[in-house]
């Protein structure tokens, strides 16, 4: 029988996530795949802390290099949600010979050309199915996908805490705040949840996303992002109003030979596809020239979907189904999103004449609530800045 030893750098949500998958599937593993899988140590912040799914007290430790360096180690498993220190431990991991999985999209969009590099040079894997849309597998099937398709579009509801805020906002009446707290409880958000509620963990899955089905590095800096925390219930309700719900949206695509790219809130028609997208679901459409539009559909966030990714990765990695692919060549196509326009809700306070120069349409005075001509989204981002009290919401009148 193969035995298989893990290493576990992260014990929260996903890594507990990751236990309690072992523990009910051990005999299953041992009997159907002939392989016995023990996590022989775990990286944690606080020894004392109280964990939920119970391990060997000895198996902790402090100290990364205890796994990464651990001549006993196979596979390592990054879940901490850190990023420079988690680069630190996937190098480390991989420069001693370990095959990698992490969920932690964060460090992967920084560092993804130069893990896959590493991974490809010393033969190694270095998977991250779990990083984006959760137990939805993803990466895998567009690695697939873009074997024999050009991609024209890839998009889609990518953030579990988002998702289930402007679901309870819209179809209960929850206020931002406690709903925000709700999807912390159940371990859907970010430590930092400023990183889901602005934006940034939707560009960082976009980022991969993007960087895989179009062949090239699409970097953080080439995409706009705009989140939902200045979304208010006045918001959903005028929009509700006109037969519409919000959705944060990470949409990248091809338009005539130049890559546009960009994460924002979008008020889609109620029955479209991703109206339909509710809770901590998440769902990610991908549009090939061959085989046309694919849709995937599943839990985005949460402890077992997730943990199901990871263990699928590793699963992948012992029975050798798949070795790091190849990405970031092939195309080199100008990415230039600053150019993205659109027709925007735009809820703002006082007297401001630019931003009033560009409604079409007047929904509200007080507070002022216009819908725009079609604009540049760079061009009203400038207008606002980081106005507290201004919410943009791009008005989609397509397909989605
Ligand atoms: P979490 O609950 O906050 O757990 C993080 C774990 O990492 C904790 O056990 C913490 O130790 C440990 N840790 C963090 N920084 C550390 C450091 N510097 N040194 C040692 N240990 C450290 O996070 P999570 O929800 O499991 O998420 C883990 C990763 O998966 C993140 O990258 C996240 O983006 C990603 N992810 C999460 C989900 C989800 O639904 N939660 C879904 C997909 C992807 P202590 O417990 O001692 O504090
Ligand atoms: N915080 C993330 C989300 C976890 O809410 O989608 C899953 O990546």
Redesign the pocket.
């Known amino acids: 029988m193969k035995k298989v030893h893990l290493g576990v750098l992260?014990?929260?949500?996903?890594?507990q996530g990751v236990a309690k998958i072992i523990q009910e599937r051990y005999e299953q593993f041992k009997e159907m795949i002939d392989v016995d899988i023990e996590i022989k140590k775990v990286?944690?912040?606080?020894l004392s802390?109280e964990r939920e799914i119970k391990l060997d007290e000895k198996v902790f430790t402090l100290d990364y290099k205890e796994i990464t360096e651990n001549d006993e180690i196979d596979i390592v498993i990054e879940?901490?949600?850190?990023i420079d220190?988690a680069y630190d431990m996937i190098v480390s991991a991989l420069n001693n010979g370990k095959d990698v999985v992490t969920?932690?999209?964060?460090v992967v969009s920084k560092y993804f050309e130069e893990f896959t590099c590493i991974a490809k040079e010393k033969d190694l894997n270095f998977l991250y199915e779990?990083?984006v849309g959760?137990g939805i597998p993803i990466i895998k099937p567009l690695y697939d996908i873009v074997k024999l398709n050009r991609v024209k579009r890839v998009r889609g509801i990518m953030n579990?805490t988002c998702n289930y805020i402007l679901s309870k906002m819209t179809e209960e009446g929850s206020g931002y705040l406690d709903v925000l707290k709700e999807a912390q409880e159940l371990?859907?958000a970010?430590?930092d949840p400023s990183s889901d509620v602005n934006g940034d963990d939707t560009l960082r899955k976009l980022r991969i996303l993007s960087t895989i089905a179009f062949k090239q590095p699409i970097i953080e800096d080439e995409i706009l992002m705009d989140g939902i925390s200045k979304i208010k219930a006045s918001d959903i309700k005028l929009l509700e109003k006109n037969g519409r719900v919000i959705k944060l949206i990470g949409d990248t695509w091809n338009e005539d030979g130049t890559i546009k790219s960009i994460v924002q809130p979008v008020a889609v028609f109620k029955g479209s596809y991703f109206s339909s997208v509710n809770g901590a679901f998440n769902s990610i459409t991908v549009e090939g020239d061959m085989v046309g539009e694919l849709k995937f559909y599943g839990s985005g966030?949460?402890m077992l979907p997730?943990a199901n990714a990871v263990l699928t990765d590793c699963l992948d990695i012992i029975l050798e189904n798949q070795k790091t692919e190849t990405h970031g060549v092939g195309c080199d196509l100008e990415v230039k999103s600053d150019t993205i326009s659109g027709k925007f809700y735009i809820r703002y306070e006082g007297d401001n004449k630019e931003l009033a120069s560009y409604a079409d349409e007047v929904l509200s005075e007080s507070p002022y609530v216009i819908i725009t001509k079609e604009v540049e989204f760079k061009k009203i981002k400038q207008i606002v800045s980081d106005d507290e009290n201004t919410a943009i919401i791009r008005i989609e009148d397509g397909d989605y």
């Open positions: 992260g014990y929260g949500t996903v890594g990286l944690v912040r606080d802390k879940l901490t949600g850190e220190k969920a932690n999209k964060a779990a990083s959760g579990g371990g859907y970010e430590a966030a949460g997730t």
